[in-house]
């Protein structure tokens, strides 16, 4: 079984919207997306913590303009985008894991799913 399997990516016109989401096959106390746009390194975008009335994190470059939930259930993770840039255009992760930091470094995160894409024309 997948452990987390995103879904809604795609293509979008520059100040456009795109929802992301993340379905895991359990529960994780903490969840996160990254990205990595092409030839970058990946980056933390946002996370989420459960367990500690829904702390999030934002990158600087999306706060603003991206906003990280869960559904009732906590076992799906979603990332609306609104207000989307051609910097937006990335390969997009969702992560998740029970302990630690809920920081948006990699090293944090011990599930990842397998990305999708999404693009932003200019």
């Known amino acids: 079984q997948v452990p987390l399997m995103e879904s809604g990516g795609g293509s979008v016109q520059a100040g456009g919207s795109l929802r992301l989401s993340c379905a895991a096959s359990?529960?994780?106390?903490?969840m996160a997306w990254f990205r990595q746009p092409p030839g970058k390194e990946r980056e933390g975008v946002a996370s989420?913590?459960?367990?500690?009335?829904?702390?999030?994190t934002y990158a600087p470059s999306v706060k603003g303009r991206f906003t990280i939930s869960r559904d009732s259930t906590k076992q799906t993770l979603y990332l609306q985008m609104n207000s989307l840039i051609p910097e937006d255009t990335a390969m997009y992760y969702c992560?998740?894991?029970?302990?630690?930091?809920?920081?948006?470094?990699?090293?944090?995160?011990?599930?990842w799913g397998q990305g999708l894409q999404v693009t932003v024309s200019a």
């Open positions: 359990r529960y994780y106390n903490k």
């Open positions: 989420i913590v459960a367990s500690r009335s829904t702390l999030t």
């Open positions: 992560a998740a894991g029970d302990w630690g930091s809920a920081d948006l470094s990699p090293e944090s995160w011990p599930s």
